[in-house]
Structure formats: C-alpha cells, structure tokens
C-alpha cells in the first residue's frame, strides 16, 4: 500500500535487527506478488505474468538476437519473493532492503557487481480525499541486458502505457536496449508528478480567490494543509535532483551515450516540477500574510461600527440622562418646548458625529 | 499563444505518449506558421517569407563567398511543420520537444550532432490589464553556418530590429557569423526584460506611496499580486544565469572568441536583471511588514477613539443617573442650584479626563 | 550521566588547563567505569567484563587465527581509567579529551598512528518528562584488529542488540573485521534516532490536532518546546552528514571496501532523518501561523460579540431614557398604548439590527 | 548625475540599439568632460587640464626613466569624448558602454588586449536629504604604464588626497607603477564608503532608542526608508567582494605581486563592510519586531483601560438605574438612609472592581 | 580599550591617508605600552618586562640550545612603539595597520618573507552592566623561532594561564617550538568564549522562563538586546571558522606537523560554539513568536472581559430603563410585586448570560 507522510512508527518493525534483514515496514497488504516477464527486440515480444517465482527464469528457447528481459515485480511485502529474486540476480542484500523499505528516499546506487539501482516515488492524490497525497514505492535495478522493477501494488499501474507501447509497435523502445526501457519508465512516472502538480495549482487558484476576496472560514487550516502536502511532495522529489548526474556518465556500461540526452530530458522536467513547487511554496507563504491582514482588517471594521455606535448613544444618552433628574429647580424641564429642543440637539448631536467619523473616513 | 503562470494543466496532453511525440501544449492558435528565411554576409542580404517549408531550402544560386542563413520561424504550434524542419537539419527530436513544450524552462544545451540550442523566455506586461505578465517562448537552433529562431506568434515581435539593422547597413552583425546573431538577438530579448523591470518598478513606486501614506484599500491584495508576477519573472530569468557559462567555451566550434565579450555582456545585464528582481522582493517584504503596522496603528487610533468617548460619557452619565434615582431623601435635590452645580462636576470631570488622555498622549 | 542542551557552564571546569588535560565535564556520576573485553572470529567468542584494567590486557592464549578484540568502555567520568587506556593502545591525548568531553560535537578524524576516531550521540526521549531529550556521548576507537568504545552510563546500554547478535551466532558480524563492527555499532545508534524522529512525528500530530481544533490553552509553549528540541537533535545529528565520507575513502587500510555500502547506506538513514527533522521544522513554522491566526479570529469572534449587543441595546437604552424625562410636556408619554408602542418600535429596532448583523455576515 | 535606486526607465534610451553603440542613461548633465593629465614617476611630477582631447597626448618630451601616465577623466555624458579616448587607447566598445552606462554594477574584467577594466561605485548620503544614499559610476582601465579613470562629475572629487599625495611628496605612490596607483584610488573609494556605514550605525541607534523608548510615530516607514537605502547599498558594493580574486592572479602582467597584499587589504575592508551592512540588515529586521510588540502592548493598555472604565461604571450605574424605576412599591426608596446606603454599596462595587483589577495586574 | 559594536565612527581618523600609515583606531587610552620577553626552552625560562623597546633585542648570551622567544605587547595604541617593533622584526606595514585597527576581523595571512599573521578578539561581558559584551583586538605574528603578540590593555591579561605554565614546569609548551605556542595562546582565547556563550545560555534561559511565564514587561527589548549581542558574538567569530584550514597546510614550514591535531582541536571547539551562537538565535526567535502571541492573548482576556461585563449589564440596565419611563399607562408599575419580579427577570438574564459564556469556553 501506499505511504502517507506520518508513517515513521512502522520503522520499528526492523529497527534492532541485523543489517540487510529483510523487512517490509510499509501497510500490511494481503495480496501476493505478482511477477510479470517480458522479453523483446525489434522483432519479437513475449510476456508471461505468474505469482510463480520459477516464471522470471531466463527463457531457454530464446531467438538468436540478444533480447531485453524485463521482470516487472507487482508486491515488496514478502521478503521470501524477494529474498528469491535477489539470489537468482545476485542483488545486495542491502538493495533489497531498500527495495521493500518503503521510508527510503530516491536515490541512484551503483553496486560493485555491475547492477544501477535506482528507486523514486509515484505520487497521487487520494481519490476520495481529494487533499491527500500518497506515495507508492518503485525501485529499478538496471543489469547488462535485463531491467527489474519492483512497485508497490496493483491497483492503477502506472508503468501500463509503456507495457501497451512496447505491445503496440516496434517503436524507438523496442529497438533499445534496457537502459532506454528504464528512461521510458522513468519519464513516465515523472510525467504523473505534473497531474500532482496541477492538482497543487487547482488548490492553490481556489484558496487564492477565496483569501483574495476575504471568504476566510477555514482559509488557514486548509493553507496548512496544503503547506503540508507540498512539504511531502518535495522531500520525495528533491532527492531526484542529483539522480541524472550519476546516470550520464561518460563510460558507464550500463546507460549508452545516446540515452544521455533522454535522461537529461529527465532532469529537465523534475527541475521544473521542484521550482514550481518552491513558487507555490512562496505563494503560499505570501497568501498567508493576505490572509492575517484580512482578519486584522475585519476586526478593524468591527471596531470601528462599535465605535461609531457608541459615540453616538453615549452623548445622546447622556442628554436624555440629564433631564431625568429629580432636582426641584431644572428650568428647562418647564419650558413649552423644552422636550422638542432636547430632541433637536440630539439630532444635531448624532449629525455630527457621523460628519466626523466620515470625515475621519470611517464611514 | 504566450503563457501565463498557472497552465500546468495543458501539459496534460503529451502526458503519456512515447518521448519525442511532438504535441504543442501552449494556448491554441488559429495563424499558420510563418517562415522566413534570410541570407546574408558583408557584401549581401536576401529576404524570404512563407508558410511554405520548400523556402527554407538552402538557395542554389548563392555567391562564392560563404554567407549566413537565419531561418525564423514564426508558430510553433503545427507538429507537421516543425517536425519537417527538424527532419531537414537533423534537429534532435527531444530538441523539437522543446521547441514546441511553451512550459520549458530556459536552458543551453549541446547535441551531439553539432548544434548548440538555447531556449529563453520574451516577457511582456498585458497591454489591458497591466499587472500581468506574459511569458513567450523562443528558441534557437545555431548551427555551422546558420541559426534557426522559434517563436511562438507574429503579434509584436521583438526580433524586428535586428532585422531591420541587418537590412539598414553593413554593421557588425553583417560582417559577423550565426553566432554573432544569435548573440544580437538574444541581447535584444535580455534587453527587453529591462521593460519590464521598469514597470515593475513603476508599480512598486505607486504600493509603497500607497502603503506609507497609509491608504490601504486593496493594497494587501496588489502586493501580493506584484508578488506573483515578481516570482514569475524570477523563475523565468533565473536560468539565464548559468547560459553564459555554456556559451563561452574554450574550444567551442560554433560560438569564436570574438563574440565571448559580448555573451559577457548579456550576462552582466542577466545578473543586474535578477539582482534588481530579488531586491524589489526583499522590498516587498519589507512593505507587507509597514502595511501590517500601518493596519495595527489605525486600529489602535479606533480603539483610543472609542475609549475617550466611554471614558468622558460614563462617569458623568452614572452622575446624571444618581440624580434621577426616586430616594425620598436626596439632600441635594432639594438645593437651590444642586442642578447647576451637577453641571459644573460633570463639566470638571469632563476636563479631568481630557487632561488625563492628554497626559497619556491620546490626544 | 546524559547532557541536556544547557550545559555549557560545566565546560568551565577544564577551561584554562593545559591542552590534553583529561577532564569530565558531564553531571557527576558515581558509578565506577566497567570495561567489556569481547574477542571473536568466525570460530569462536569469548567475553569478559570487569572494573579493573588489567582484563583489557590482549590474550595471550589467542587462537592461531585473527580474531577481532572489541573493548566496550562504559563510564567517561574517570580521567585515570580513560588515561590508562589512552596509554596501553597508543591514543592521542586530544582524541581521549574527545573522549570524556560529552559537549564534543560528532565528527570522524583520523590520526597520524593508524587511529580513527568516530564519536557520535546517543539520544532518546526522558521516560517520565517524555517532551525532553537526552543525548548520551559515545566514541569509538578504530585500530587494524581491534574497536574501543567509550560510553557514558550503564542504564539502556543500545550497543546490547549487536553483543546480543555476536552471542547469538556466527552471522555476517562475526566472519568480518573491527570495520564490520563499528558499522554495526552506528548503524544501531542511528536506528535509535527513528524512535526519536517516531516521538516527534506523534506529538507534531497531536499538536497539529489541537492547534486546528483551535483548542489553545498552552499551545504555543509546546510548540516553542518542540521547536527547541528539535533544535536541539538537528545539532546533534547533522554533522554525521559528513562521515561517510571520511569513512569511505578509497585506500584507506582500516575501513575495507567490502564495508562501504554498509557505511553509505547508514549515511542514507542520516539523510532521511535529517530531512525529516527539517520538514517537521517547517511544518511547526506553519502551525505558529495557524495558532497565531486562531487567536485572532477568536478575538474577532469576541469584538463581534460586543459589537451587536452594544448595537442593540445602546438604542433601545436610549429610548427608554427619552420617556424617562421630566419635561412637563412630553405629549407621547400621556397617550393610552404609549407605552406598549414603544415596546413595539424596540422590538422592531432590535430586529433591524439583528438583520443588518446577518447581512454583515456577523451572525 | 550621481544615480539613486528606482532609475532603471532611463535604461529605455539605448535598449534596442546596435551592441556598443554608446548611450548615457544618466542623469542629464550640462557640463563639458574634464580631462586632466598626470605624469610622474621618482623624479618628476608634471600634470595637465583640459576639456580638449590632444592634451592626453603622450608627452613627446619624456624623461628617460619609465613614467606612469594617468588620465583622469570627470564627465561620463558625451559619447563623443568617451568614443575618442577609446579609439586612442582601443578600448573595446563594450568597456567603453559600460563607462558610460551609470547603472552597470561593479566589476573587473579582462580584454584580450592587455586591458583590466575596473568599475565600481562611490557612495553618499545627500547632503540636504540626510537619509537618501546616491552612487556615482567610477570606472578604471590599466594599461601597461598608464591608468584611465572615468567619473560622473566634477563636485567633491575623492579621488583628490590621492592626487595631493602624489604632488605633495615622492612617497609609495611615486615610486611604484599604475597598478599601485589603482589600489590607491580603489581604496580612498572603499574607505569612503566606511563614512556611509557611519551614517548607517548613526541612524540605526536613534531609530533604536526611539522604537525600545515606544516613541512611535512614523517609526515603520522610517525603518523601511533604511532597509531601502541599506538594500541599495549592498546591492552596489557586495560584487566587490570578488574583486581581489580577479585582480590577484599569480602571473598577471598588469598588476605585480608586490601590490597584492594591498589589494587584499582592500578586499578586507569590502568584506568587513559588508558584514556590517548584514548586521545592520539583521537588526532592522528585529527592530521591526519589538515596533510591531509596541504597538500591541499599547493597544493592550487602551483596551485595559476601556474595560476599567466599563467594568467600574457599567455595575454602578445599573445601580442608580435601579432606583429611577417608577414601581409604586419600592421599598428602600423610603428608608431614611437608602439612599446614603446605596452610595456605600457604589462605593464598595468600585473598591471590588479595583481590588479585582489589581489583582489581575492590570493596575 | 575594548571595542562596542558601534565604533565605525573612529574609522574616520585614518580614511584617507597613505596605505600603511599607521593610526589607532580604538578608544584613546593614557597606559605607556608594556612590552614583556619571554625566553624559553626545555632547559631553561628567562623573562624580562619593560616599556623600553631595547628590551627586545634577542639575548646576546643565549644558551647554545635553540629557545623560543616570545615578545608579549600590551597597549596598540603608540604608532611609534609598534612601528619601531615592525622595524625590527621586518613586518609588513599592512600587518601593522591591522595589529593596531580595532575594528579589523579575525583572519589568517601569511607574508612573502616568512611571517604567519593571525588577528582575532577576546570577548567577555562587562562586568558592570552584564549584558553588554566587549571585544579585545588581539594580533599574533608567527616567525621561524618567534611569536609576536599584540593586545589592547593590561586589565585581565587572558594569557596569563599560559605564561604561568611556562614559569611553572617543563610541560609540552616549553618543549616545544613557537607555533605550539601560538596554539597554547590562540586556545586559551577560543576557551574564553564559552565563559562568552555560558553567560548568553543563563540570559536565555531567564528570558525564557520570563517570557513562557507570561511575565512581559520589557521582556521583547531584552530580546533585542541579547539578539543584538549574539549578531555582534556571531561576526566576530564566524571568521575563525576558516582559520584553521589556513593553520594546517601540508609544507608550512612555521607550523609543524605535529601541531596539527592541536589546531584542528581548536577549530572543533570555535565550530561548537558557532552552532551554539547560531542555536540560540534561532531559539530567540522563537521566543520572539511566543511572546508576541502571549500578548495577543492577554488582549483576547482583556477583550472577553470587557464583553461579559457588557453583555450582562447592558440588558438589565436596560429593563430598569424601561421601569424608569413616564408613560401614564405602565400597568406593571402598580402590581405589588413588579419590583420584586424585576429583580427576579433580571437575575435570571445574568444567569443566562454566565450560562451562555461558560458554554462559549469564554469563563
Ligand atoms: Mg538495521
Ligand atoms: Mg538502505
Ligand atoms: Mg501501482
Ligand atoms: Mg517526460
Ligand atoms: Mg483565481
Ligand atoms: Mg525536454
Ligand atoms: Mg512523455
Ligand atoms: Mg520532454
Ligand atoms: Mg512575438
Ligand atoms: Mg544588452
Ligand atoms: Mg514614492
Ligand atoms: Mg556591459
Ligand atoms: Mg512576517
Ligand atoms: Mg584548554
Ligand atoms: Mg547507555
Ligand atoms: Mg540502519
Ligand atoms: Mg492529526
Ligand atoms: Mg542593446
Ligand atoms: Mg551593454
Ligand atoms: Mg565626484
Ligand atoms: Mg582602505
Ligand atoms: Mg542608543
Ligand atoms: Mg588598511
Ligand atoms: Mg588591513
Ligand atoms: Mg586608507
Ligand atoms: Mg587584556
Ligand atoms: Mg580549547
Ligand atoms: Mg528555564
Ligand atoms: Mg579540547
Ligand atoms: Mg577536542
Ligand atoms: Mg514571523
């Protein structure tokens, strides 16, 4: 299952053990693992899905051309798939570690036995909840003709179009090797991280009208929110930065010079996913100054009715006062029109203060 | 079309297709692309203009003397177009991507193929509604003799007079090759943004008499918006910073020594475009902090108005009160000028708190 | 005895001694030092545990094989024990003020014979205060076939798990060299530090809940405690950002190659905790904008409250003051409903003030 | 004209013209460029005046000994001059663009032909306007025996001590070579600059001493009126700070090493400049703090004193309201001493209510 | 004398005469300059104190052993004295500049003939008005079998421990050559600082327990106070952060390899203390954030005390307004117990009242 920001506690789980002690810490899933095999070049395809270990063997009957293997592992919550996958490969004991932690952050490794590990995170906002945003676990271990890749669940793949590409026709993936299937994989979990960055501007176009135009029920709370979410999605995606700086180096085995340009496309788009995260990030901040002007202007207007309120009754009620006294000698109380005037000033009274408070632009 | 800020949303479309699918994801345009193709060295200019691709072929006819083709190429909206173009220079496809990708940051990348490709940003204040920005993508292709210039519309452009220079009169640029052009043309972009900056300044100008003076209707809300626009900006010229860099190199076969003072140049006014950005932030800022103080004062102002007026009308309204208290032995009512002298307290008392807030400074 | 963040005034006690003069500047412990002599290899292990010098003495009936002596120091307080080690292995005399001296920021340092000195902190969470952290000093001592740590107090000893895993079997541990070991010895003490990050990340979570909730009552203290706190950690932790790689050097003769992915992947768990220390720091910078802006809301919630029912019986008041006049002619008061209308147009006062407070959003 | 910060609209005048096409952006000036030449070395001292270009004429009567040569040109406004002197040097037309462009911001720059060029700014408060900073544009070129300063006008010349040294006596200066002379000048420019962090310090402590004594008016826009002139300063000296490492190079033709540690001294006094502009920076930020923590408290002691007021006189006149009412059974009305009673119990409410309010601490 | 913060003023003496012209900088102070002549080696401590210079003529009748000398200057304020030691010693006069310029940085700077330079200050608090902290210009110059050092006055001499080792017994120091020495003293100063960061924790801690208790007066300028101090600690400081990368050069031939743990060690501890100051900042600004919200909430108390008062008494002196008119028709006034009943009605509004704030949380 995917992983929500606050997940640290599952960490226990293998916290004393020995090192390179497989450990799943993510949520506990019921499903098992489901490896799918695929081997291809320009001229052939073949796939063959099993929850069978025995399905990812090298294929004997293989075609004269050399061919790409890809094992796409569906499940990192059994350490004895994986403990199997790692001996057949000769994966570290390490790697697969961090293959099943689901607390690891992306990185590019290198292992002295000639395997490129690289392992990311495939982001989307919860669908019910539509604030959420939840990560899943994908890990990819490139070898000399052969890439594996291991993600966390079934549900909603989002490695789907490249499978139906390579399917569909001999395009440029076909007629690469694995180091240009792992940049196809690669861009297209990329490319997901701009509907999350979409889904941030919607947020955010919302929240800035509804701060803008002073609505302010919740505004707060829901910037926080979003502050929060933003904070996640970067401490996943920044780590990605550095990522095309170790797979373009200039006599790697692994990843062919013409693929360098391709994973510099990459690094393209994740700058410009991390910048525009950093903008929100800075928009958010400014929005919540607006927003705590807002309040302070709103109180500023309930002070200054109560105010105004009060310096008109306060003189008013005071005149009334004065000619409620008992004294025995109050001329003005025996005057015809007396009653009248009292009633005259009185409105003098309230005129002037409202020609004072809108000249003080109160009103 | 130019771009504003928040269109992540068109990315969507080229989301999932297989790397290199050229797909325009800026606004939708109507206009056909427009070519035009200019020939020209010291000793001669040819002009052509059509939407028609064939213009763009190399002239047969051309001199002894080597000379400089500019292909401008106005639109970037047709996948057709821009692909055939890309097919006859052999432009690399993720290199077309760009072209076309309006959300692409500006960067300076080499192909292997011998084309150095530099992409930046035209920004303009909107003519109607002037504190908005617009962003319009422009790219170059330089090659061994000739430089090929993407835009994205005909409205305005900001090319002209370099154009109209190398029509006038045998100058620099005619006696220079490609990449003294594409030196001029990028300094004229460059020096567009200073237009910008202007405007920019302006408005700052006008917020910061708006906030000092104290009139504060909306002004929290049009700081926030040069905020926006500032941030914009600053994402957009940002990368500019590190092109120099990559165009000035030692031993570089398409941009000679000759023009390396000049990229310098561009640089120096970058850099003096980013600083002056980044300091009118700081001074919004600061602004947010004065109009924040600025709200809290007049309240403060309000509050002390309401206090004078309770503070004078409560104590000599409690008085008038006393007084008009039905007790069948009131001494003082009885007297003969009890009322007047009532007056006079309350007058006195009056006076004794004028005097107090006078003392406190309230007044 | 652990160090809680203010206790600079105990460094005063060496302040002006002579440089390499052994001095304990921790709180004063009484225990006296036990020393932990551990000597393995894939064939066998032996242990022995006592306060007297003379068992650290290497042993003489060693097995033809090499074998690994781990010397496990508990207690730095007493300046002859830790002189008298210093001595019999050769230690330079600033290492062992390293040593003793539990405000010693980590680091690794290497030393002219053959020596490196890695010293790191211990930190958990006060069992009865449970907000207050403590940090426990503890360093190792590299040599080609042994490892000497030094740490402060018996109570919890976390080095237990991997003396434990030792015991236990002939593991991965016990078939590698001291460099194994001290790997396995930081790795566990990094492991401690996601319990740490786990108490955190639940009493962000319960602040986040009451700060929203708008329950305040000392909200903000218990944000500036984790705020210090955290601080606090951050010190403690970032500077092992650095050692890995001055533990990973490519000839060093005492840290093997076989070990780097082991120490590289202790330096991934720093990162991640680091990273997560820093997002949390952000996140509580939020939550003081949250609370701050509750607070204000609530006052405005309080200023309206005062405002209409100021608003509402100030007229009412007024009025009631009117016909409480003693003027001889006050033709309404001699009318039959007089009274009863008067009634009437308050009530209908009152409510036109209740609306305008409805339309104002007040209510 | 010496420039201030917002005059980036001049900018427009040279914006879409020809590179090296030489504009003033300035102020506009009316005065004919001053040219003055000196001549010296050990044993001679001779100089020259005039607005007439031949007179920077290579002396033909020269010594035998080497001299130095230094033109020294006020006035920076007539391209024709500035052309002239370029063509007799053959400076490149971008160093001589930048001479005469007022807003390029300092630094050092190499040309192919042996040339370093130098620009900075001089720094001053206005005389009449005390808190306004203005900067004037200083530019140097260093040839291989010669010195070319360019500045903006004739008033207050602080290149003059070092000129006086020069005539006064055969000291450091005279004996050594145009590189010395340009430290000279470059450090009476810098060390002018410590009499703008004076003006700085003394602004800082006055604005203090009223923000901590409460004395608030105008406080904020005073703060931001420094933060302004303090941005715009450091803007214009904070590129210093790489100069010396442009201008100590290992084998520099132009400038010998034994003018390095003096170049380094300067770099000393920028970088100490700086600091003190950052630490000024610093305390604004927290001056602004304690202002905004003023204006609360006041306004706390306003609303204390309304809710005195209220609290005393609101329950005492209820009391005397009380005893108005118009009940034919009243009756305390007609005890003897009701209503000597009712101004004890008055009295005591208030006496409470004090009581109370000290209690609280709001007395 | 030592140095406040804000000195620039004193500057001004030395602007704008010849590099190297020696000037003091500090406050004038009337004590003749001491100078002390340490000689030492193993085997043998002779020193002799004068303020005549011939005193520091090295001994004619040395032994045959190599010995240390160390001259000890007190007072940098006669340019005579320190411009006849240069003379001496050969010291470059910029060095000399910067032995008696106050306001000059802490640095490291090595000459052409051989002499290592290092400059910093001695900070400690005043002992009258323990908030203010005072900086000591103290300036070491290190030859082939020399130390030179220059500090301000004779009051707390800070290198009086180290004198008094070397008189004491034959430790390290006396075996060793000048630039262990220079360790010993530069150590002793670096040690001082914690006493410096000891006294900034107890103001800390004080404030903190102030401002979390609530008790506020002055409590925010007090902040400002130590925020200023710790920006003052901070600069003088920070540089000797890369001091000692400058000390520990692989071939210097003034610093052995040897002393090279030693200088290492210092740089550990000015590092700690860096943090420390740097920790402390950050902690008050925090403290800044929690106090400003404590006077928030204080004005909420004040605020929701004015409104219970109001909205309990505002009601019912309203009903007893109504008893008090003079309608001829109010039946209620001639029931037997309307008084009474009134008395009960307005009973029952308070209690109403009280109800409704209890339920509001608001008492
Ligand atoms: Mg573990
Ligand atoms: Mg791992
Ligand atoms: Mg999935
Ligand atoms: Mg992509
Ligand atoms: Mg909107
Ligand atoms: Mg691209
Ligand atoms: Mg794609
Ligand atoms: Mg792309
Ligand atoms: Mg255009
Ligand atoms: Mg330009
Ligand atoms: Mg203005
Ligand atoms: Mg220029
Ligand atoms: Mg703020
Ligand atoms: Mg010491
Ligand atoms: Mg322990
Ligand atoms: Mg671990
Ligand atoms: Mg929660
Ligand atoms: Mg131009
Ligand atoms: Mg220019
Ligand atoms: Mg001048
Ligand atoms: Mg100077
Ligand atoms: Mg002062
Ligand atoms: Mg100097
Ligand atoms: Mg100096
Ligand atoms: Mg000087
Ligand atoms: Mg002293
Ligand atoms: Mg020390
Ligand atoms: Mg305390
Ligand atoms: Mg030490
Ligand atoms: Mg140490
Ligand atoms: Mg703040």
Chains 1, 2, 3, 4, 5 share one sequence.
């Not at 170790?246 to 693929?259: E, Y």
Request: proline letters at 4%.
């Amino acid at each position: 299952m995917a992983t929500r920001i606050r997940t640290h506690r599952k960490q226990r789980k293998n916290l004393l053990t020995s090192p390179g002690t497989l450990t799943y810490v993510g949520k506990s899933v019921d499903i098992k693992t489901q490896i799918k095999r695929i081997e291809y070049n320009a001229s052939f395809y073949h796939e063959a899905i099993d929850s069978n270990l025995d399905v990812c063997l090298p294929r004997a009957e293989s075609t004269d051309q050399p061919f790409v293997t890809w094992l796409n592992v569906t499940g990192i919550h059994e350490p004895d798939v994986i403990g199997q996958i790692g001996k057949m490969y000769q994966l570290h004991p390490l790697m697969l570690e961090d293959v099943m932690n689901t607390d690891q952050k992306p990185k590019v490794e290198t292992y002295e036995n000639g395997h490129l590990f690289v392992t990311l995170k495939m982001l989307h906002f919860d669908e019910n909840s539509p604030t959420e945003l939840w990560a899943e676990h994908i890990s990819f271990v490139l070898g000399k003709n052969y890439l594996i890749s291991f993600q966390e669940e079934q549900s909603g793949d989002v490695l789907t179009p490249v499978i139906d590409r390579l399917k569909a026709s001999v395009g440029k993936t076909r007629r690469s090797g694995p180091d240009y299937l792992l940049y196809a994989l690669v861009d297209v979990i990329v490319d997901n991280y701009f509907l999350v960055l979409e889904n941030f501007g919607d947020q955010l176009d919302q929240l800035e009208d509804q701060v803008i135009s002073g609505y302010q029920s919740q505004s707060l709370s829901e910037l926080y929110s979003i502050k929060r979410e933003l904070t996640f999605a970067r401490r996943l995606i920044w780590p990605l930065r550095d990522m095309v700086a170790q797979l373009v180096r200039p006599d790697d085995p692994l990843v062919s010079k013409r693929v360098h340009p391709y994973m510099r496309d990459v690094n393209d788009h994740v700058m410009q996913i991390i910048e525009s995260l950093d903008a929100y990030r800075e928009l958010l901040a400014s929005l919540v100054d607006v927003h705590l002007s807002t309040i302070s202007n709103r109180m500023n207007q309930v002070m200054k009715t109560l105010t105004i309120f009060s310096a008109i009754f306060m003189p008013i009620t005071f005149i009334v006062g004065v000619y409620g006294m008992n004294f025995d000698n109050i001329p003005e109380l025996h005057t015809r029109n007396g009653y009248f005037i009292t009633w005259g000033v009185m409105g003098m009274v309230t005129l002037g203060m409202l020609g004072y408070f809108r000249w003080k632009k109160w009103l």
